[in-house]
């Protein structure tokens, strides 16, 4: 069976650092597209940071550019989104999703077209607030 399950989501200060987990099931995450996405109150979903399939280069959207970084771990079969200084508007629901696809493509492609992900994980809810 696939699957995503995220965590780590949790009620943090401005400023502040979080690492969200993204572990898969029933595939690796090394042969595959993943991405995190996120959805605050009342906004569309966002592509935030992703990491390709074929090369394992990874982008990150301008407004968290510097401030978070994805990665992934193998042996662990988990995908990380270390998360830093954290602002308000980063506030809301964090997705991974993954692309199963074969062929390749780019992070930024993917960051930026939610329709090329298969599945998604239920998400981890970031709360920032002082």
């Known amino acids: 069976q696939l699957q995503l399950v995220e965590s780590g989501g949790r009620l943090v200060q401005p400023g502040g650092s979080l690492r969200l987990s993204c572990t898969a099931s029933?595939?690796?995450?090394?042969?595959?597209?993943i991405g995190w996405f996120r959805q605050g109150p009342g906004n569309e979903r966002e592509g935030v940071s992703c990491i390709s399939r074929n090369d394992g280069r990874s982008y990150s959207a301008e407004s968290v550019k510097g401030r978070f970084t994805i990665s992934r771990d193998n042996t662990q079969n988990t995908v990380y989104l270390q998360m830093n200084d954290l602002k308000l508007e980063d506030a809301g629901v964090y997705y991974c999703?993954?692309?199963?696809?074969?062929?390749?493509?780019?992070?930024?492609?993917?960051?930026?077209?939610?329709?090329?992900?298969?599945?998604w994980g239920q998400g981890t809810r970031v709360t920032v607030s002082s």
């Open positions: 029933g595939f690796t995450v090394a042969s595959h597209g």
């Open positions: 999703a993954a692309d199963l696809d074969p062929s390749a493509v780019s992070a930024q492609h993917l960051c930026v077209t939610a329709s090329e992900f298969d599945f």
